[in-house]
T-cell receptor
Protein backbone atom coordinates (compact mmCIF):
# COMPACT_ATOMS: atom_id res chain seq x y z
CA UNK A 1 0.00 0.00 0.00
CA UNK A 2 0.80 3.72 -0.01
CA UNK A 3 2.32 3.90 -3.47
CA UNK A 4 3.07 7.19 -5.18
CA UNK A 5 3.94 7.38 -8.85
CA UNK A 6 5.46 10.14 -10.92
CA UNK A 7 5.37 10.65 -14.64
CA UNK A 8 7.55 11.05 -16.55
CA UNK A 9 10.56 9.56 -14.80
CA UNK A 10 12.91 11.44 -17.07
CA UNK A 11 12.41 14.36 -19.46
CA UNK A 12 14.70 16.36 -21.67
CA UNK A 13 13.41 19.59 -23.15
CA UNK A 14 14.63 22.67 -24.93
CA UNK A 15 15.06 25.97 -23.17
CA UNK A 16 11.88 28.03 -23.23
CA UNK A 17 9.45 25.14 -23.30
CA UNK A 18 7.12 24.08 -20.50
CA UNK A 19 7.18 20.69 -18.82
CA UNK A 20 4.43 19.06 -16.77
CA UNK A 21 5.17 16.45 -14.11
CA UNK A 22 2.40 14.34 -12.62
CA UNK A 23 2.28 12.92 -9.13
CA UNK A 24 -0.34 10.29 -8.31
CA UNK A 25 -1.26 8.46 -5.13
CA UNK A 26 -2.24 5.04 -6.43
CA UNK A 27 -3.95 3.36 -3.50
CA UNK A 28 -4.88 6.14 -1.11
CA UNK A 29 -6.37 9.60 -1.10
CA UNK A 30 -4.04 12.50 -0.53
CA UNK A 31 -5.43 15.83 0.55
CA UNK A 32 -1.92 17.18 0.74
CA UNK A 33 0.99 16.63 -1.60
CA UNK A 34 4.45 18.13 -1.48
CA UNK A 35 6.90 19.03 -4.21
CA UNK A 36 10.64 18.90 -3.59
CA UNK A 37 13.67 19.73 -5.63
CA UNK A 38 16.97 17.96 -5.21
CA UNK A 39 20.28 19.07 -6.69
CA UNK A 40 23.05 16.52 -7.21
CA UNK A 41 24.44 15.18 -3.95
CA UNK A 42 22.27 17.55 -1.93
CA UNK A 43 19.25 17.30 0.27
CA UNK A 44 15.62 17.78 -0.63
CA UNK A 45 14.35 21.31 -0.63
CA UNK A 46 10.63 21.79 -0.22
CA UNK A 47 9.24 23.91 -3.03
CA UNK A 48 5.55 23.96 -2.24
CA UNK A 49 2.70 22.30 -0.42
CA UNK A 50 -0.25 21.38 -2.58
CA UNK A 51 -3.72 21.05 -1.12
CA UNK A 52 -6.60 19.52 -3.03
CA UNK A 53 -9.01 22.11 -4.25
CA UNK A 54 -7.04 25.15 -3.14
CA UNK A 55 -3.98 27.14 -4.09
CA UNK A 56 -0.57 25.77 -3.34
CA UNK A 57 1.60 27.27 -0.62
CA UNK A 58 5.05 28.09 -1.93
CA UNK A 59 8.23 28.25 0.11
CA UNK A 60 10.18 31.45 0.26
CA UNK A 61 12.23 32.03 -2.86
CA UNK A 62 10.19 29.74 -5.10
CA UNK A 63 8.61 31.55 -8.05
CA UNK A 64 4.89 30.83 -8.22
CA UNK A 65 4.61 31.79 -11.86
CA UNK A 66 7.57 29.63 -12.75
CA UNK A 67 6.45 26.48 -10.98
CA UNK A 68 2.71 26.07 -11.41
CA UNK A 69 1.06 23.53 -9.14
CA UNK A 70 -2.41 22.10 -9.56
CA UNK A 71 -4.04 19.64 -7.18
CA UNK A 72 -7.37 19.02 -8.83
CA UNK A 73 -8.22 15.68 -7.25
CA UNK A 74 -7.42 13.64 -4.17
CA UNK A 75 -5.03 11.44 -6.14
CA UNK A 76 -3.32 13.81 -8.57
CA UNK A 77 -1.07 16.84 -8.31
CA UNK A 78 0.84 18.36 -11.21
CA UNK A 79 3.90 20.57 -11.34
CA UNK A 80 4.44 22.59 -14.51
CA UNK A 81 7.82 24.18 -15.03
CA UNK A 82 7.08 27.10 -17.34
CA UNK A 83 9.59 28.51 -19.79
CA UNK A 84 12.23 26.13 -18.53
CA UNK A 85 15.88 27.12 -18.53
CA UNK A 86 19.05 25.10 -17.92
CA UNK A 87 19.15 26.22 -14.28
CA UNK A 88 15.81 24.45 -13.76
CA UNK A 89 17.48 21.13 -14.48
CA UNK A 90 17.11 19.06 -11.36
CA UNK A 91 15.54 16.02 -9.76
CA UNK A 92 11.95 16.75 -8.76
CA UNK A 93 10.31 14.54 -6.15
CA UNK A 94 6.74 14.60 -4.94
CA UNK A 95 5.27 13.11 -1.82
CA UNK A 96 1.75 12.56 -0.59
CA UNK A 97 0.25 12.51 2.84
CA UNK A 98 -2.71 10.19 3.30
CA UNK A 99 -5.93 11.92 4.25
CA UNK A 100 -6.83 11.41 7.87
CA UNK A 101 -3.43 10.28 9.16
CA UNK A 102 -2.62 11.78 12.50
CA UNK A 103 1.02 12.39 11.77
CA UNK A 104 2.95 13.70 8.87
CA UNK A 105 4.12 10.50 7.21
CA UNK A 106 4.79 11.29 3.60
CA UNK A 107 5.02 8.68 0.88
CA UNK A 108 7.47 9.62 -1.83
CA UNK A 109 7.34 9.17 -5.54
CA UNK A 110 10.33 7.85 -7.50
CA UNK A 111 11.27 11.29 -8.81
CA UNK A 112 11.52 12.99 -12.20
CA UNK A 113 14.84 13.93 -13.71
CA UNK A 114 14.46 17.15 -15.72
CA UNK A 115 17.20 18.21 -18.10
CA UNK A 116 16.81 21.51 -19.91
CA UNK A 117 19.10 21.99 -22.89
CA UNK B 1 11.54 26.41 13.14
CA UNK B 2 13.21 23.03 13.12
CA UNK B 3 16.61 22.09 11.78
CA UNK B 4 18.51 18.86 11.27
CA UNK B 5 22.25 18.30 11.26
CA UNK B 6 23.90 15.27 9.76
CA UNK B 7 27.56 15.83 10.49
CA UNK B 8 28.89 12.98 8.38
CA UNK B 9 28.53 13.53 4.65
CA UNK B 10 30.10 10.16 3.90
CA UNK B 11 30.56 7.00 5.94
CA UNK B 12 32.68 4.22 4.46
CA UNK B 13 32.33 0.81 6.09
CA UNK B 14 33.22 -2.77 5.31
CA UNK B 15 30.53 -5.35 4.76
CA UNK B 16 29.30 -7.07 7.93
CA UNK B 17 30.67 -4.26 10.11
CA UNK B 18 28.37 -2.20 12.33
CA UNK B 19 27.50 1.35 11.39
CA UNK B 20 26.06 4.44 13.04
CA UNK B 21 24.80 7.45 11.11
CA UNK B 22 24.45 10.52 13.25
CA UNK B 23 21.55 12.94 13.34
CA UNK B 24 20.98 15.88 15.64
CA UNK B 25 17.99 18.15 15.54
CA UNK B 26 16.97 21.50 16.91
CA UNK B 27 13.43 22.46 17.83
CA UNK B 28 11.59 24.45 20.47
CA UNK B 29 8.51 22.24 20.18
CA UNK B 30 7.74 18.54 20.19
CA UNK B 31 8.81 16.74 17.04
CA UNK B 32 8.46 13.60 15.04
CA UNK B 33 11.68 12.12 13.64
CA UNK B 34 12.26 10.08 10.52
CA UNK B 35 15.02 8.30 8.65
CA UNK B 36 14.73 7.83 4.90
CA UNK B 37 16.93 5.97 2.43
CA UNK B 38 17.45 7.00 -1.19
CA UNK B 39 18.96 4.70 -3.78
CA UNK B 40 20.45 6.28 -6.92
CA UNK B 41 17.91 8.06 -9.10
CA UNK B 42 15.04 6.99 -6.91
CA UNK B 43 12.67 8.61 -4.45
CA UNK B 44 12.84 8.23 -0.71
CA UNK B 45 11.83 5.18 1.26
CA UNK B 46 10.95 5.39 4.93
CA UNK B 47 13.28 3.33 7.12
CA UNK B 48 11.75 4.14 10.48
CA UNK B 49 10.03 6.86 12.46
CA UNK B 50 9.73 8.07 16.02
CA UNK B 51 6.38 9.51 17.01
CA UNK B 52 6.14 8.80 20.73
CA UNK B 53 6.62 6.02 23.26
CA UNK B 54 9.66 3.77 23.29
CA UNK B 55 12.80 5.67 22.40
CA UNK B 56 14.28 2.69 20.55
CA UNK B 57 12.68 2.38 17.18
CA UNK B 58 13.14 -0.57 14.85
CA UNK B 59 12.72 -0.20 11.13
CA UNK B 60 13.09 -2.11 7.92
CA UNK B 61 16.22 -3.83 6.64
CA UNK B 62 17.59 -4.37 10.16
CA UNK B 63 18.00 -0.68 10.99
CA UNK B 64 17.14 0.88 14.31
CA UNK B 65 17.40 4.32 15.85
CA UNK B 66 17.30 5.74 19.34
CA UNK B 67 15.63 8.99 20.24
CA UNK B 68 17.59 10.87 22.88
CA UNK B 69 15.71 13.98 23.94
CA UNK B 70 18.40 15.33 26.24
CA UNK B 71 21.00 15.16 23.49
CA UNK B 72 18.47 16.04 20.74
CA UNK B 73 19.74 13.12 18.71
CA UNK B 74 18.25 10.36 16.60
CA UNK B 75 21.18 8.24 15.44
CA UNK B 76 20.63 5.38 13.02
CA UNK B 77 22.36 2.05 13.59
CA UNK B 78 22.75 -1.34 11.99
CA UNK B 79 24.80 -4.14 13.59
CA UNK B 80 25.96 -5.66 10.30
CA UNK B 81 25.73 -3.90 6.94
CA UNK B 82 25.48 -5.38 3.47
CA UNK B 83 26.65 -4.14 0.11
CA UNK B 84 23.02 -3.44 -0.73
CA UNK B 85 22.84 -0.87 2.08
CA UNK B 86 24.97 1.48 0.01
CA UNK B 87 22.76 4.53 -0.45
CA UNK B 88 22.06 8.06 0.76
CA UNK B 89 20.40 8.34 4.14
CA UNK B 90 18.38 11.36 5.22
CA UNK B 91 17.24 12.29 8.68
CA UNK B 92 14.11 14.44 8.85
CA UNK B 93 12.07 16.21 11.48
CA UNK B 94 8.60 17.69 11.65
CA UNK B 95 6.58 19.35 14.33
CA UNK B 96 3.94 17.16 15.87
CA UNK B 97 0.58 17.62 14.23
CA UNK B 98 -0.98 16.57 10.99
CA UNK B 99 -0.06 19.48 8.78
CA UNK B 100 3.59 19.95 9.56
CA UNK B 101 6.27 20.04 6.92
CA UNK B 102 9.33 17.83 6.88
CA UNK B 103 12.76 19.38 7.25
CA UNK B 104 15.58 17.24 5.94
CA UNK B 105 19.22 17.00 6.87
CA UNK B 106 21.89 17.20 4.21
CA UNK B 107 22.21 13.43 3.98
CA UNK B 108 24.89 10.85 4.69
CA UNK B 109 26.31 8.68 1.95
CA UNK B 110 26.84 5.14 3.30
CA UNK B 111 29.39 3.30 1.19
CA UNK B 112 29.70 -0.38 1.96
CA UNK B 113 32.66 -2.25 0.50
CA UNK B 114 33.96 -5.82 0.63
Amino acid sequence: GAVVSQHPSRVICKSGTSVKIECRSLDFQATTMFWYRQFPKQSLMLMATSNEGSKATYEQGVEKDKFLINHASLTLSTLTVTSAHPEDSSFYICSARETGRRYNEQFFGPGTRLTVL
Amino acid sequence: AQSVTQLDSQVPVFEEAPVELRCNYSSSVSVYLFWYVQYPNQGLQLLLKYLSGSTLVKGINGFEAEFNKSQTSFHLRKPSVHISDTAEYFCAVSRTGTASKLTFGTGTRLQVTL
